[in-house]
C-alpha cells in the first residue's frame, strides 16, 4: 500500500499545482451564464438523457458542480486532453471566459433549495472497502465523496453509476482518437482495476447521497 502511495502523492501535488492555475483564475459570471448553456441544456438539461458513444450512458449530473471542475473539464476536452467529439466541438466554440461563466453558472444551482451536503459516506460491503482502500479514492474526493480536496477535481457522490463506469475506464483507454482521457492520476488508479472492479466502485458511489442534480430547462420540463 505504502509503496503504491508514495509515488501517487507526488503525482497528486504536482497536478494540484498545475490544474489550480486553470486560466489564470478567471471569474466566472454565473448571470452571463445562463446566456451561453444553450449547447449545454440539449443533453445535460434533459433528466435521464443518454449518450450513446462509446456506449449508452447518462450523460452526467452537472447542476451543483464545483466551477473549477468543469472548467478544468472544458478546457481539457478543448486541448484534447479529454477525447470526446461531441464535447471536443462544444468546448472548441467556447472562450475562457466562456468557460469560466459556464461553469459559474452550473455551481450556482447548488445555492438553490436542495438537499444538505451528506455527511461520511455509508460503508460498502467488504469487497467494495477493500476496493476504495486500493485506490485511496477518499484523498482527492473527500470521505463523503462531495467535498473533494480540490476544486478542480469532481463531486462524484450520487452521480450516474453508468456514467462514472464509463468515465472510469476512460481513463484506462489508450491510442484513441476519438475517445479517452489523459490524467496521470485518475489513469495510475483506473489502471489498477480490472472494469468489473469499476463497475463495483461506480455502482457504490451512484448509491450515495450528493447535491449533484439535472436541472431542467423550461423548454424541457
Not at 24 to 33: N, P, R, S
Amino acid at each position: 500500500m505504502n509503496k503504491f502511495l508514495s509515488p501517487m502523492s507526488v503525482l497528486l501535488l504536482a497536478c494540484i499545482t498545475a490544474t489550480s492555475s486553470y486560466a489564470q483564475e478567471i471569474k466566472g459570471d454565473d448571470k452571463a451564464g445562463e446566456k451561453k448553456i444553450a449547447m449545454c441544456v440539449g443533453c445535460h438539461g434533459i433528466k435521464g438523457y443518454q449518450s450513446s458513444f462509446p456506449e449508452v450512458y447518462k450523460v452526467p449530473m452537472i447542476s451543483g458542480q464545483g466551477a473549477k471542475y468543469i472548467a478544468s473539464a472544458l478546457s481539457a476536452y478543448k486541448k484534447g486532453d479529454r477525447k470526446h467529439p461531441t464535447m471536443r466541438g462544444i468546448a472548441a466554440g467556447l472562450s475562457d471566459q466562456d468557460i469560466a461563466d459556464v461553469a459559474a453558472y452550473y455551481e450556482a444551482q447548488n445555492k438553490m433549495p436542495a438537499a444538505p451536503t451528506p455527511g461520511p459516506a455509508a460503508a460498502g460491503s467488504a469487497p467494495v472497502a477493500a476496493l476504495l482502500q486500493k485506490g485511496n479514492c477518499v484523498s482527492c474526493h473527500g470521505v463523503n465523496f462531495s467535498q473533494p480536496i480540490d476544486p478542480t477535481y469532481p463531486k462524484i457522490a450520487g452521480q450516474h453509476g453508468d456514467y462514472l463506469f464509463v468515465a472510469l475506464k476512460s481513463y484506462k483507454t489508450e491510442g484513441k482518437a476519438l475517445w479517452g482521457r489523459g490524467n496521470p492520476i485518475m489513469g495510475g488508479v483506473a489502471k489498477q482495476f480490472s472494469n468489473a472492479e469499476l463497475k463495483e466502485l461506480a455502482n457504490y458511489v451512484s448509491s450515495l447521497p450528493g447535491v449533484l442534480q439535472t436541472l431542467p430547462q423550461a423548454k424541457f420540463k
